[in-house]
């Protein structure tokens, strides 16, 4: 049983536990592990191919057990860790530590799956913090069976298949058997442009009045019953939800900043009428503006494309009785491919020192058209500038391919022990290592700024130049060189560059990261004797693990010789020796007719782990169950657990990043926060001092993200973890099939090692009582960290990083929650009814989170979005002899935009206070026929929610399924 390594039954339920079994994948029609397990309430914010995908490692399937970060959830698979597919960058997916991709794991092996919360550390080591994902598989299957799904959306597209099998087969009178299982798939991605509520570009603006009036004009907001904003205390929200909220300051054509953002190059290189500043220009963005506006729509993924290749081969051998060896082998193969990601730009609104606006000549611009450049000598312009985002040059999304090899060698067995007893024992070595590489298309800045300048020559063809009739990018650092193979690139209007030039700028650059993981494993365990309720059992064993991972950035990307600054390298590595034990000691049990005490145990569990780079750690579990009778057990345990610094956290260089902070001194919030009076003071102090109208102001930072420097902590301590978990178990014996459990869980993580975000440093600045007044953009060391200048920006310089953060142990984080499940199956035929029902359900109710990084004013973040304080779901599955249904509901409780300023919506603070809770739905209908396939016909989203609907738009943030409805169709047969 996952949780321990003592082989005995009567454990099961020591502590709280969920299983999925291969029917629900098969129900489903789901052939992505984690695609099921992220269904139930427990797990929520995982890593998956859907939304933006990280610029290192796109594609994978981290899990996160309660929202605590997928790097604390340990994944295994038959009870041993896999090398992790979370390459060490700043910029992978999740948090850095050794997750576990599980698109390795195909769902044609799978048996079952156990997820054991909180008492994994002991067991198992590092990281099993808020669970232990254990994935049981198929290793000596007889027989062979086939499938085949295939499924689309509504929509007609997210298209995807998958073709698997399983073959086994004993030998040797049974002594031996090999299970061979392959399995393809590929999912064709999504971007956002192909959904509406994506094209809709809904986002918050200004709540200004119409011009000498407090009434709003006809600006187009959403809901036309809120009023303008006339000031504080008015219980008019600062900002509104406004449709296509595009950018009037660059365009894919190019505006023309010179002619007072009025004009813009078109499709074909003719000029056309830009709307400036168009309604509630708020910032960088603002609607009622042009179609060629700036937006973000066809830039968004919604799900990364996957085509992803897995082999598993099993060997188990009885070598003479009580010696077994077992061999495992799995070879993974993917291609995962990010649909949209933001382009490069070339406007003074983002990084104007390394991608600013270009200058160029009216009278001897080879690619003006004539209508282009009479427009601009009637506006009696000589040279003009242009402000474009570069979507149109080539796709900036990130493509990731991951070779994953594993491979373990054991021997099992019993023998004879002490006191007659027999004795189990388990000895495996256990090596991994993934090949990760990342290929992307970057712009080659030196190729670019001698393409970008040109001339004419005599025979009136464009051509590059050094020296330009005007200097296209004077302030920039970069500057034209002559180059014998420079060919021009215009970019005055849309795909209108030559590919010749396309091609002279771009860059294909190969990122490549290896991950290596070693692990010897021997325990050996069984009972000891008997006492007056049965045999204590014991288990103790050692286990030494070598975790190595190096990340090779190109020389392209090494020497900065792009948009970015330079990347640097980063290799470590780090090996733990551990020792553990655990005894199982039976109290009570029915022979011993105690009145009241059907049975009780207590068990106690140590691990002691000596890491080579920061020293010993001892984790540790103690607990136990006891039943007052049969039809009721009670459950509980103190466990202290431990997360190991991730090589990222540790060995990282100082490396460039870009981070965009909250914008806490705006009118819509600079009253709010957990202690509002502390942040309008510091904020109205540093309104005042950076000369900035606490009515207006706008943090651009907030809008169009910066340039940040970030870097590791070899200094860096284990994270600490004390939890605590109290349950009971209800199987009444009037209800045969029945089993109800409940568990409260208490989680405390001392020391959780965090990398100082951009949100940490702004609450740390404004949110402080240790604030400078005098000094308020230096208010604090957190304001320091943020880089403001004197006008109350942070500057924007890749060169020159203004925001500066790194990996510390923060203070805390706090869980406390329960979670319940209830199992119910039986025969109708005690009603006259054919077939059968089963009736299962899980849940969580999010009682308390408050994580404390900085230790400046921690609030309380449960029941927020993504974090509700209610979900669950809800099974009913209906079988027959050769058919049957299933429905699966799930639901979300209310989600709160904050915890903090509430009030009816719309209210003073903000337009929306909080989100419906919500169900939906998925079900599926099979059948087998007589020779033995079996057909599943199975949907997703039945009834097609998106997100909540307000004023027929979707709210931004609320969105559960950005796909859709979506259907299935599966076909499998065992022979």
Same mark, same amino acid.
């Given at each position: 049983m996952t949780g321990s390594r003592i082989r005995r039954p009567e454990i099961v339920g020591t502590e709280p536990t969920t299983s999925l079994s291969n029917e629900y994948y098969e129900a489903r029609n789901i052939t992505n592990t984690a695609d099921a397990l992220n269904e139930l309430p427990q797990f929520r914010g995982s890593v998956s191919q859907r939304g933006d995908q990280a610029s290192f490692g796109a594609g994978v399937n981290f899990v996160n057990t309660f929202g605590l970060g997928s790097n604390r959830t340990l994944s295994l698979v038959n009870g041993r860790r896999v090398v992790s597919s979370n390459l060490p960058s700043l910029f992978s997916a999740g948090g850095p530590g050794v997750q576990v991709d599980l698109n390795i794991i195909p769902t044609v092996l799978i048996e079952r799956i156990d997820n054991v919360f909180v008492g994994g550390a002991p067991v198992y080591g590092s990281d099993a913090i808020a669970g232990t994902v254990n994935i049981i598989l198929k290793d000596r299957y007889e027989g062979l069976e086939l499938s085949a799904n295939t499924g689309i959306t509504e929509r007609g597209?997210?298209?995807?298949?998958?073709?698997?099998?399983v073959f086994g087969q004993n030998f040797d009178d049974d002594r031996g058997n090999v299970t061979v299982a392959l399995s393809y798939d590929d999912a064709d991605g999504i971007r956002g442009s192909e959904r509406q509520h994506v094209r809709d570009n809904v986002g918050f603006l200004n709540n200004n009045c119409a011009p000498g009036s407090d009434q709003p004009a006809d600006d187009g907001r959403i809901n036309p019953n809120i009023g303008c904003n006339t000031g504080p205390d008015d219980g008019v929200p600062a900002r509104v939800l406004f449709p296509n909220v595009m950018s009037p300051y660059l365009s894919t054509g190019g505006v023309i900043t010179s002619a007072g953002f009025g004009l813009a190059f078109g499709r074909d290189g003719n000029i056309i009428d830009n709307i400036f500043p168009g309604t509630n220009l708020t910032g960088f963005f603002g609607t009622g503006l042009s179609p060629t506006a700036y937006d973000t729509a066809d830039q968004t993924n919604l799900t990364a494309t996957l085509e992803r290749f897995t082999g598993n081969l099993f060997l188990t051998y009885e070598l003479v009785p009580g010696l077994e060896f077992f061999g495992e082998g799995l070879y993974y193969k993917s291609r995962s491919i990010e649909e949209g990601n933001n382009p490069s730009f070339n406007t003074f609104v983002f990084d104007p020192g390394v991608s600013g606006g270009l200058t160029y000549d009216v009278a001897t611009n080879p690619f003006l058209t004539d209508q282009a450049?009479?427009?601009?000598?009637?506006?009696?312009?000589?040279?003009?500038?242009?402000?474009?985002?570069?979507?149109?040059?080539?796709?900036?999304?990130?493509?990731?391919?991951?070779?994953?090899?594993?491979?373990?060698?054991?021997?099992?067995?019993?023998?004879?022990?002490?006191?007659?007893?027999?004795?189990?024992?388990?000895?495996?070595?256990?090596?991994?290592?993934?090949?990760?590489?990342?290929?992307?298309?970057?712009?080659n800045q030196q190729r670019f700024i001698n393409a970008v300048s040109y001339t004419t020559d005599v025979n009136g063809n464009a051509v590059c130049t050094t020296t330009p009739a005007v200097p296209v990018a004077p302030s920039q650092a970069v500057q034209p060189v002559a180059d014998p193979n420079c060919v021009p690139l215009n970019l005055l209007g849309v795909g209108v560059a030559s590919q010749a030039a396309l091609d002279y700028i771009s860059e294909d650059v190969v990122e490549v990261a290896k991950i290596r993981q070693i692990v010897f494993n021997a325990n050996v365990g069984g009972d000891l004797f008997d006492l007056w309720a049965g045999p204590i059992g014991f288990n103790?064993?050692?286990?030494?693990?070598?975790?190595?991972?190096? @990340?090779? =950035?190109? *020389?392209? +990307?090494?020497?900065?010789?792009?948009?970015?600054?330079?990347?640097? %390298? &980063?290799?470590?590595?780090?090996?733990?020796?551990?020792?553990?034990?655990?005894?199982?000691?039976?109290?009570?049990?029915?022979?011993?007719?105690?009145?009241?005490?059907?049975?009780?145990?207590?068990?106690?569990?140590?691990?002691?782990?000596?890491?080579?780079?920061?020293?010993?750690f001892t984790a540790y579990a103690v607990g136990g169950t006891i039943a007052p009778i049969r039809d009721v057990q009670f459950r509980g345990?103190?466990?202290?657990?431990?997360?190991?610094?991730?090589?990222?956290?540790? @060995?990282? =260089?100082? *490396?460039? +990043?870009?981070?965009?902070?909250?914008?806490?001194?705006?009118?819509? %919030? &600079?009253?709010?926060?957990?202690?509002?009076?502390?942040?309008?003071?510091?904020c109205s102090a540093f309104l005042a001092a950076t000369g900035n109208d606490p009515a207006t102001y706008t943090l651009l930072a907030a809008q169009a993200s910066v340039a940040g420097l970030n870097g590791g902590n070899p200094n860096l301590e284990n994270e600490k973890a004390d939890s605590f978990t109290f349950g009971v178990i209800v199987r009444p014996r009037f209800v045969p099939g029945l089993t109800i459990t409940a568990d409260y869980i208490d989680i405390e993580i001392d020391g959780p090692i965090a990398n100082l975000a951009a949100a940490d440093l702004a609450s740390g600045c404004f949110d402080n009582e240790n604030f400078d007044a005098s000094d308020p953009v230096n208010g604090n060391s957190f304001c320091e960290a943020l880089g403001f200048g004197p006008d109350g920006q942070i500057p924007n310089d890749p060169s020159n990083p203004a925001v500066v953060s790194g990996f510390v142990n923060g203070q805390s984080i706090l869980f406390e929650g329960i979670t319940g499940a209830l199992d119910y199956g039986t025969d109708l035929s005690g009603l006259g009814l054919p077939g059968s029902i089963r009736i299962g359900g899980d849940m969580l109710y999010v009682k308390r989170r408050i994580e404390d990084i900085t230790g400046v004013a921690p609030q309380r973040s449960d029941g927020i979005r993504g974090d509700p304080e209610f979900s669950g779901q809800a099974r009913l599955i209906y079988s027959l002899d050769n058919w049957g249904m299933g429905i699966f509901a799930n639901y979300t409780g209310e989600q709160l935009y904050s915890r903090f300023d509430r009030g009816p919506s719309p209210n003073d603070t903000r337009e929306i206070d909080e989100l419906d809770d919500y169900v939906t739905v998925n079900l599926n209908t099979y059948f087998e026929t007589e020779n033995g396939f079996r057909f599943n016909f199975a949907v997703t989203n039945l009834f097609d929610r998106i997100g909540q609907k307000y004023y027929g738009y979707i709210i931004p943030g609320s969105e559960n399924d950005d796909v859709g409805r979506r259907f299935s169709i599966g076909v499998s047969k065992k022979f």
């Open positions: 597209d997210g298209f995807n298949y998958n073709v698997s099998g450049r009479q427009t601009l000598t009637d506006l009696g312009l000589t040279s003009f500038n242009v402000s474009r985002s570069n979507e149109d040059l080539f796709d900036n999304g990130t493509i990731t391919e991951s070779e994953l090899k594993r491979g373990v060698l054991g021997v099992r067995g019993d023998f004879g022990g002490l006191f007659d007893r027999r004795w189990n024992y388990e000895a495996s070595f256990n090596y991994g290592e993934n090949e990760i590489e990342n290929f992307g298309r970057e712009i103790v064993g050692f286990e030494y693990r070598d975790e190595s991972a190096a @990340f090779t =950035p190109s *020389s392209f +990307t090494l020497n900065g010789e792009g948009r970015g600054a330079a990347v640097a %390298a &980063i290799s470590g590595s780090y090996d733990v020796k551990e020792v553990f034990g655990e005894i199982l000691v039976p109290l009570a049990g029915p022979e011993n007719n105690i009145p009241l005490l059907y049975s009780a145990e207590a068990f106690g569990r140590i691990r002691y782990v000596d890491n080579s780079v920061n020293g010993g345990n103190f466990t202290r657990s431990f997360r190991a610094p991730a090589i990222t956290e540790l @060995f990282l =260089p100082q *490396s460039p +990043t870009f981070v965009r902070p909250p914008d806490l001194c705006t009118a819509s %919030a &600079i009253d709010s926060g957990p202690v509002p009076e502390t942040r309008s003071a510091n």
